[in-house]
């Protein structure tokens, strides 16, 4: 097949009249400055246009609600956001966007299951646990009736003890120390769990395997004006501390030691940050943009919602829960 296909490629430098234009790109974040990048489109055998494509000259102006903002201006739920850039070398571009108003959610289950539990023994010169367990969660969701929703679900591990350390046990020899560390590991997440991250998925990527879903969002068209209930999934978490022996007779120590645990966000997004995740996610992982980069198939063009027809500006809120895992971690560990 590789041998058939050499006869038909052909390397070539096309020749374009077409202008550089300029390209507008901001994620407009309730409760945080608006922050702008702008830069210019090149043809993609321009190298030099590759490696540099900033604006030098570039003006950008931010108004809210039809007023000019100063550059500290922080963005707030409800606002329409119109973001203008003009430069003498590219000329003028804008883009307008709501920032949509944050969904908030409840926890409608947090469910740990221990698999295996190690603990150091007595006569070992330091002190550790390994703790893996799964982790199953539901997020409630009340819909607004009045609005077109769209969702997107990021989440964040973190831990209160220090991530590593490296402790001298011989002050004399700087080259005579043990390595020490903390480690909370979020596991694998099964989206399978959750259907509705591959409602934009078409049949035939189905068909195809390119149904990932991994990127976690939705819109609301299915549960328009009701709750909704998403399931997250994750197998094989762990938690791992090995330190000190003497560690637990410290309280700086003992009073964190199973702090960990994930920070879920749930952002409400623009249409036009929902858009940009499904031609993302069409080029990334989809059978056209695949068949497309081979030559079989209609290249997938770019979204944009830029005037220019270059760049995004979206606009997102985020409603935020903080799972800690320490009671479930302390009530293994002493159960062993």
């Not at 020749?15 to 090149?42: F, M, R, Y």
């Not at 030099?48 to 500290?72: F, I, M, R, T, W």
């Not at 209160?160 to 560390?181: A, K, R």
Request: negative net charge; glycine residues 6%; hydrophobic residues 35%.
């Amino acid at each position: 097949m590789a041998a058939a296909l050499t006869g038909c490629y052909q390397e070539f430098n096309p020749t374009t009249d077409i202008k550089p234009v300029l390209c507008i790109n901001s994620l407009v974040t309730a409760g945080q400055p608006v922050k702008v990048e702008v830069t210019h489109t090149w043809v993609y055998n321009d190298a030099p246009a590759k490696n540099n494509h900033s604006v030098d000259d570039a003006e950008v102006a931010v108004y809210a609600n039809g007023v000019l903002q100063a550059e500290d201006y922080v963005a707030a739920e409800g606002d329409e956001i119109r973001i203008l850039a003009s430069s003498a070398s590219y000329g003028k571009a804008e883009a307008t966007v709501i920032v949509p108003h944050a969904i908030p959610f409840a926890m409608a289950e947090i469910t740990p299951t221990v698999n295996y539990l190690h603990k150091s023994d007595s006569t070992d010169n330091y002190f550790s646990i390994y703790i893996s367990f799964d982790l199953n969660m539901a997020l409630k969701i009340s819909d607004r009736p009045t609005t077109d929703d769209y969702f997107r679900i990021r989440y964040y591990s973190y831990i209160s003890l220090p991530d590593s350390d490296e402790i001298m046990t011989d002050p004399d020899n700087p080259d005579d120390y043990e390595f020490y560390w903390t480690e909370y590991n979020d596991g694998i997440e099964d989206y399978e769990a959750e259907p509705i991250f591959r409602e934009h998925v078409g049949v035939f990527e189905t068909v195809m395997g390119n149904d990932s879903g991994d990127n976690m969002f939705f819109s609301d068209r299915q549960f328009a004006g009701k709750d909704y209930t998403v399931t997250l999934r994750f197998t094989d978490c762990s938690y791992y501390v090995r330190w000190p022996k003497d560690a637990m007779e410290h309280s700086e120590f003992r009073d964190v030691l199973f702090d960990c645990g994930l920070t879920i966000n749930l952002a409400t997004m623009s249409r036009s940050y929902y858009d940009e995740l499904i031609y993302a996610e069409a080029v990334d992982y989809g059978v056209i943009g695949d068949l497309g980069n081979l030559g079989f198939a209609e290249p997938v063009w770019g979204y944009s919602n830029v005037s220019t027809g270059a760049g995004v500006v979206a606009a997102c809120s985020y409603a935020t829960y903080t799972v800690n895992l320490r009671d479930f971690l302390e009530q293994a560990f002493n159960k062993q």
